[in-house]
């Protein structure tokens, strides 16, 4: 665990152990306790750990990283048993407001210490100890989940080969600084949708704003999970979803023309049906940050330049290359062992074709493989393989001769930075004003107006990032729907703990993400 994360464990840890301090402080004496003990972390534990005649090492085991947290709640639960407190509204209060329910109690007139013999008479029935024991297992696991890290599982090969489909994932929420979720009220351990259903697994009764506690900015090559920016708005059917997100549908259907496709899908309620989802509950995403906030990106036949200097590949991005061999006949095995390429046709993405010359090919090879094979002498030539030229981001005319392997020059904005608007960078910046920062920026006649008035200037309110995968001909990243606003990163990819693929793929379990 990076020094940086453990010092957010241990300073929520701290946390945990001080805000109810001013509560216990009241409650101690009626224990036989000096007030002062309260204010002094571990010794308050220690001491409310002896008043109840249980383990006094339990008060010491509390700095294990994260385990700590739930062992002061466990903690605390007993503590509130020897004031006579047993129903679940008290535990509950006691291991999540602490700060607030102690001084309650405190200050309540028929509070009175009982002492551990009295708890010992209390017996809970059976279908409580496992009640309250599922409880405790499901808010755990969620806080870990929330705050810690995450599970995640590929789906698509957009990170191959330094991520490969069915790699299972821990995400580290510390990373970036945990997010608070929008939407609290949601049901444990489900993303957006109850299973087996279309219906939504959360409620938007409660929101809570953007809020981010100990925030750290994201680095350049990252491997960053985040929600997806363009599937605030979705087709709920499953053949749309992310994979045909809403804005593309919207420029198919209409021939190009967006506005004109948006008419055809609201016309159409049974059979587009749409779905507006909160920034917390859109699809995760998993990509490389490129470039981050105030940098200038620009894609050159296929070489990616940030602020003007080439931008090293990954060893395990992709490209395809138009390969001229030196005339040795290819050896299936080889190619697989040596230079990572199946010349088997794969479902999807082929990773070897032979044009009509005998030694001419196209080849998807990783940066890795591509000097490789420079440096044996098998490839007398080798050039990347230009990309398809379409990509929709941004959604103008003006823009359209940028392609996959030829796109930008783009600045990405920074927050604080202020932006002069023109007609060449209107529908670059057009959605980060209107939707992920909540302003009305229209363009009447080419005169700007943000919020009804007139005016050309507009300063950041978040930090945006530019992300790509790291299979570069086979990814829907930011060159097809453009930012990524801060509010929408959830964490980085950390570590693979396991990978099947007909069977475990042994070498990459417990491999780190670089």
Request: hydrophobic share 40%.
């Amino acid at each position: 665990m990076p020094v940086k994360d453990i010092l957010v464990v241990y300073t929520i840890q701290l946390l945990l152990l001080l805000l109810p301090s001013f509560g216990l402080s009241k409650m101690f004496p009626k224990a036989g306790i000096a007030s002062w003990k309260a204010f002094v972390p571990v010794l308050n534990t220690w001491e409310m750990q002896k008043a109840a005649k249980r383990p006094t090492y339990w008060a010491l085991v509390q700095l294990l990283p994260i385990a700590g947290w739930f062992i002061t709640m466990g903690i605390y639960i007993e503590w509130t048993k020897l004031f006579g407190r047993f129903a679940i509204k008290d535990h509950a209060m006691a291991s999540f407001i602490p700060f607030a329910y102690f001084p309650y109690i405190a200050n309540h007139k028929d509070t009175r210490f009982i002492g551990e013999e009295a708890v010992k008479k209390h017996k809970k029935s059976g279908g409580r100890e496992w009640f309250d024991a599922g409880i405790f297992a499901v808010v755990a696991a969620t806080l870990i989940r929330t705050f810690v890290f995450e599970a995640y599982t590929i789906p698509t090969g957009s990170m191959e080969k330094t991520l490969l489909v069915n790699d299972f994932l821990f995400v580290s929420k510390f990373s970036y600084g945990p997010r608070i979720p929008n939407t609290p009220l949601s049901v444990p351990f489900v993303h957006h949708t109850l299973p087996f259903t279309s219906a939504r697994s959360y409620s938007e009764l409660i929101k809570i704003p953007y809020t981010r506690w100990f925030e750290s900015p994201v680095q350049r090559n990252d491997v960053v999970v985040f929600n997806f920016p363009a599937g605030d708005t979705v087709i709920n059917l499953p053949q749309y979803q992310s994979e045909v997100p809403y804005y593309q549908a919207c420029q198919n259907l209409g021939g190009g023309n967006r506005d004109a496709g948006r008419q055809v899908i609201l016309s159409n309620p049974d059979e587009y049906p749409l779905v507006v989802r909160p920034v917390d509950k859109r699809e995760n995403y998993i990509k490389r940050c490129v470039a981050i906030a105030g940098d200038t990106l620009q894609i050159i036949d296929g070489v990616l330049k940030v602020n003007g200097a080439v931008s090293p590949a990954p060893p395990h991005s992709e490209l395809y290359y138009e390969v001229i061999t030196n005339g040795q006949l290819l050896d299936r095995d080889v190619l697989k062992e040596e230079y990572n390429v199946d010349m088997d046709l794969q479902e999807g993405q082929p990773e070897f074709q032979q044009l009509p010359d005998s030694n001419h090919f196209i080849m998807l090879l990783t940066a890795e493989a591509k000097d490789k094979m420079l440096k044996s002498g098998l490839a007398k030539k080798l050039t990347v393989y230009m990309g398809p030229s379409k990509t929709d981001f941004p959604y103008d005319t003006i823009h359209k001769t940028w392609a996959v392997d030829n796109y930008g020059p783009l600045w990405v904005p920074k927050k604080g930075a202020t932006l002069t608007l023109t007609k060449d960078n209107y529908s670059i910046y057009e959605r980060i004003i209107n939707v992920y920062e909540h302003n009305k920026l229209e363009d009447k006649s080419g005169q700007f107006y943000i919020n009804g008035v007139a005016t050309n200037q507009y300063t950041f309110k978040m930090n945006y990032y530019w992300m790509m995968g790291d299979n570069r001909h086979g990814s829907q990243d930011s060159r097809f729907w453009g930012f990524v606003p801060e509010d929408h990163i959830v964490g980085e990819a950390s570590i693979i703990w396991m990978s099947v693929q007909n069977g475990v793929r042994w070498k990459r379990l417990f491999k780190t993400i670089k």
